[in-house]
């Protein structure tokens, strides 16, 4: 029997809603040639689960031969307006969902599910976008929940909300390695990007994850800056690294001044509680060059092993309203 083909001629095709139903026979094949264009407004809503079975993909990077990079499950680009509600996205190959120069983006009970060790297989990524909101989310991954990010483009940023409440659970292996948790970065590959600002991180729990809140940034020459972000009413579960700024972040080489550009400035840490497995739970490692101002902590209670856990901070300035032991080292 001969694969059936969907084939797109040239041109350009505004489509709505399309339902291919089954039973499928044979392989089928998209022919794209043309271009579809998607509504500008969009609602994606119901309990339907998109699958990317990266399984074998992520096995065959794991043996190390080269093999392509994989394929986004869901990409939204260069539009305003969108509805997200109730999806689940598991196995993706790469990026689970990927928010790309999107305005207004309202994300809802969202559920994103891979195994521990599916590389790059990051939850919701957000670049280049404007006013995003994801709540309630249940995200279980191998590589980063949920990343903020932006483009190589001089783009602006302005007026960045993101605000997540998001249920995480890791599973029972720690893994060590670049796995990071709610992650704002990597900032500052190339010098000339947009910034991002006015972030609020709130509520969420973490469960033996690589990192807990963090934010890394390229030992680059940058003119960014990360501004305004807050995060609160977070819970630690054996988290390694439960509070992080890695603006040291070079994982091949490339970085002849070993200072980052990207100035930090105004973050507040505030009820973040729970358990490190690491005894320095609070890392900030900001850059020789643009030392992270405006740090506060308010109400940090972390422990490893039962004792209070130790903070680190390497050209950061801290300050606190309440004395806790944590913060006092940095003071
Ligand atoms: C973001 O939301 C604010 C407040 O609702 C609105 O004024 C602004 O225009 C929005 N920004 C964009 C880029 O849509
Ligand atoms: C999240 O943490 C809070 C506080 O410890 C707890 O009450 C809640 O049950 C946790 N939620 C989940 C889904 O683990
Ligand atoms: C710090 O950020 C908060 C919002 O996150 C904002 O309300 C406040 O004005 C900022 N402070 C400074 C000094 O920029
Ligand atoms: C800070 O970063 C530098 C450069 O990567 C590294 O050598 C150092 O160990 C880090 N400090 C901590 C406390 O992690």
Known sequence: MQPATIYVPAGK?????????????NKVNVMLIGTLVAPSDYTVSGNGILDGQGTSLWAWKASG?????GATTLEFTNSNNIV?????????????IVINAYNNVNMQGVKVNAVRNSPNTNGIHVELSSNVTILNSDIQIGDDCISISH????????????????????DAKLVMGSIGWCN???????????????MIVKSANFTKTQNGVRIKSWARPSNEFARNVIFQHVNM?????????????CPSGGCPYQASGVKISNVTYQDIHGTST?????????SSRNPCSIITMESI????ENQVAKASCNHASVTSSDSIQLVINCL
């Open 65 to 69: 031969k080269s093999c392509p990079l």
């Open 84 to 96: 997200v509600s109730g999806l689940t996205s598991i196995n993706s190959q790469m990026f689970h």
């Open 13 to 25: 095709f505004a489509i709505g809603q399309m339902t291919f139903i089954g039973p499928c026979y």
């Open 151 to 170: 483009g190589t483009t001089n783009l602006w940023i302005e007026n960045y909300y993101v605000t997540i409440t998001t249920i995480l659970y890791g």
């Open 237 to 249: 579960m054996n988290v390694h690294n439960p509070i992080i700024i890695d603006q040291n972040y």
């Open 301 to 304: 209670m972390l422990t490893c």
């Open 184 to 198: 704002i970065g990597s900032l500052g590959q190339n010098q000339h990007e947009p910034s991002v600002q006015n």
């Open 278 to 286: 690491t005894e320095v739970a609070v890392n900030l490692n900001c």
